[in-house]
């Protein structure tokens, strides 16, 4: 008995943390809500009027998240909800402040900010629904053909002529009973529960070495096939829907989770030599790719054509390290300020100090993600937070890199910052998926009762 | 408003930005250490729950409800887990709830899983299978109290 005991004592177990949860969300609501009064103080002179009615949507979509999860998901993790709310409460603010600005130059475009609030309230809702119906991750791997099924239709969908609809070049958006949506990016949480179920299954097959050229063993060709089926579908999302964006971050998403299920660091060699002859043969043949590659490496060489990316390091630049405050700055003169390149018009007005802070805040998310992954028992789980944090920080990785010139320029939106509702409701799901599974990671074990040597020999009578 | 204000509500916002970052580093920084559960706390915590958890579920439960998972046979006899509504897996690998020293258990073997009214177990894909008497476990069975389950060498219960 006592060596189970001091075996029970060592026990290390997750506290709830939802009280540290509920401090954190309040700071995070204290960001968003004091971002909007600020930039009413910096425009008008005054806090705004409707400043109740925005703090308090805010507040109340945070306080039922809260609650879904202090009820349905008691151990889950403490900083990923506060995060989340912190980055939907400044994305609001500064779509407003640019609101502000496209009204105040008479703009076609805007009022996008009532949009983006109705946007976070439904992916609040799904948000809920998840952590309400779905009670085992587990769950999601019976349907591993189908999500992949549906993912892949969802990817293709804006092809379909009358269905697919054609904005600034690229073929990312799909007209569904007059509502425009990018299925994208729920084809994204389609694809990471497809790639982790299969994955799961074939892992040990596709683990086999093959040949070991410079001290890395390369897959065996006939293991190719998957990664050949992925390829060939990015590309055909790079070729067809003139989206580099969207290509790199599946086939991104897909290498990454080879590696992790086989840990075999030459699927990582393969998926790069695979990505980057792909990507040189569109820049060889297609000119939309040839556009961005050269709106990267030489902005200023055309600055009519590549205003928007010239406009943006002027508004970096101008920010400097500490910003114009916000308000304060001019970012509309950058086209689609308030989507792709919602990142650097924050960057102006917030500066190098506050850009940073934002990078962090989706550092911590990728880093709560791999941190679930670590915890989880199942493998199917660890696979599926492993592939949801990467397509985090793979998606991040693409729009920041891409609107300050670290990488070409593709349009993927800023998970909760950027205005857009498919990605803002898909997002919100990918949290509560990541929720559910750390709450059950962390939750403690039934207590398994094994018997001391005391008491297993029971002395018989002997005669 | 003078700019000396609004610089001032500048710098305060990006303050503001980096409390909430460094709270949370903090939060995860204390979140590393858990709560390393020591002997007082973990036998008290059971027992003060236990027994109004008692009063409670008992008149919920129906008679013949199973209430306790037992290895009977095998390297892990007497071995045993409480059952609540958690799924309880068995096998010789680490993420499993009873994890089973038998050579003839596969990682991952079979599964106990309840609806709240009746227990089933299910086979996880098993090199050995899971065998309910002497028929091989090919979906989820219904088991009650007394059946007996064999994986590999090992047999388990479920009890009252």
Redesign the interface.
């Known amino acids: 008995m006592s060596s189970a ?1 001091a075996a ?8 709830k ?1 939802r009280g ?1 949860e509920l ?2 969300l309040a ?2 609501l ?2 968003g809500i ?2 909007y009064a ?1 930039i009413g ?2 425009r008008d ?1 005054e806090v705004p009027a409707d400043l109740i009615w925005y703090g308090g949507g805010l507040t109340v979509l945070a306080v039922v998240a809260h609650l879904t999860v202090r009820f349905r998901a008691p151990y889950a ?3 990923l909800l ?2 989340v709310v ?1 980055l939907n409460g400044l994305g609001l603010a500064m779509i407003h402040r640019i609101d502000l600005s496209l009204e105040a130059a008479d703009s076609q475009f805007g009022p996008f900010a009532p949009s983006q609030l109705m946007w976070s309230a439904l992916g609040v809702t799904l948000f809920v629904l998840v952590l309400l119906l779905l009670q ?1 991750h587990r769950v999601l791997q019976a349907y591993t053909y189908t999500l992949g099924l549906a993912g892949l239709g969802l990817l293709l969908l804006p092809l379909i002529p009358g269905v697919g609809v054609e904005i600034n070049g690229s073929r990312v958006w799909a007209n569904i009973a007059g509502l425009s949506i990018q299925p994208g990016e729920i084809a994204k949480v389609c694809l990471v529960v497809a790639f982790s179920g299969y994955l799961v299954v074939n892992r040990d097959a596709l683990a086999l070495a093959g040949r070991r050229v410079l001290g890395v063993d390369l897959p065996r060709g006939r293991d190719l096939g998957p990664i050949l089926v992925a390829w060939a579908a990015s590309m055909a999302v790079l070729v067809f829907q003139r989206d580099l964006g969207s290509s790199l971050l599946f086939f991104g998403i897909f290498v990454v989770l080879l590696y992790v299920a086989t840990e075999r660091p030459g699927w990582l060699v393969l998926g790069t030599l695979l990505f980057s002859s792909g990507a040189y043969l569109g820049y060889l043949f297609f000119s939309h790719v040839r556009l961005r590659v050269e709106g990267w490496l030489d902005p200023f060489g055309d600055p009519d054509l590549f205003d928007q990316i010239v406009e943006a390091q002027f508004g970096l630049a101008w920010g400097g390290l ?2 114009r ?2 308000g ?1 700055g001019s970012p509309t003169r950058v086209p689609y300020a308030w989507s792709d390149f919602i990142a650097t018009s924050l960057g102006e007005e ?2 190098l ?2 850009l940073m ?2 990078v ?2 989706y550092g ?1 998310i990728v ?2 993600g791999l941190r679930v992954a670590l915890l989880c ?3 199917f789980g660890k696979l599926l937070s492993v592939g949801l944090a990467v397509s985090f920080a793979l998606q991040v990785f693409v729009v920041v890199g891409g609107v300050t010139g670290l990488i070409p320029l593709t349009g993927l939106t800023t998970p909760f910052l950027s205005a857009g509702g498919s990605s803002m409701v898909a997002n919100w799901a990918i949290i509560a998926l990541l929720l559910r599974i750390s709450h059950l990671a962390r939750r403690p ?7 001391g040597a005391d ?2 020999t029971q002395v018989v009578k002997l005669r | ?1 003078s700019e000396f204000t ?2 001032l ?3 305060g ?2 303050a ?6 460094l ?3 903090s ?2 920084r ?2 590393m250490f ?6 007082p706390q ?1 036998a008290a915590k059971p027992a003060k729950p236990a027994k109004p958890a008692k009063a409670k579920p008992a008149p919920k439960k129906k008679r013949g409800i199973p209430s306790r998972l037992v290895v009977t046979e095998g390297p892990n ?8 509504r ?3 897996t068995l096998g010789r690998g ?2 499993v ?2 994890r089973l020293d038998d050579d003839y258990v596969s990682t991952r073997h079979a599964r106990f899983v309840t609806n709240g009214d009746d227990w089933f177990v299910e086979d996880m894909g098993s090199t050995n299978g899971t065998y309910l008497g002497h028929t091989r476990v090919t979906r989820a069975v219904a088991v009650s109290a007394g059946t007996t389950v064999r994986l590999g060498k090992t047999v388990v219960e479920l009890r009252k």
């Open positions: 005991l029970a004592s060592d026990a290390f177990v997750h506290r943390r540290s401090l954190l700071l995070a204290a960001i004091s971002a600020i103080l910096a002179n993790d403490p900083v506060p995060v912190a085992d500490l910003g405050g916000l304060e917030l500066g100090a506050g802070a934002i962090l805040l911590l880093e709560r028992r199942d493998s074990d039934p207590e398994v009762w094994t018997p008491e297993d | 408003m609004l610089t509500i500048k710098l916002f990006l503001l930005l980096w409390i909430f970052v709270s949370a580093v939060v995860i204390s979140d858990g709560a390393r559960v020591d002997l973990r006899a007497g071995q045993s887990v409480d059952l609540g958690e799924t309880i680490t993420d709830t009873i």
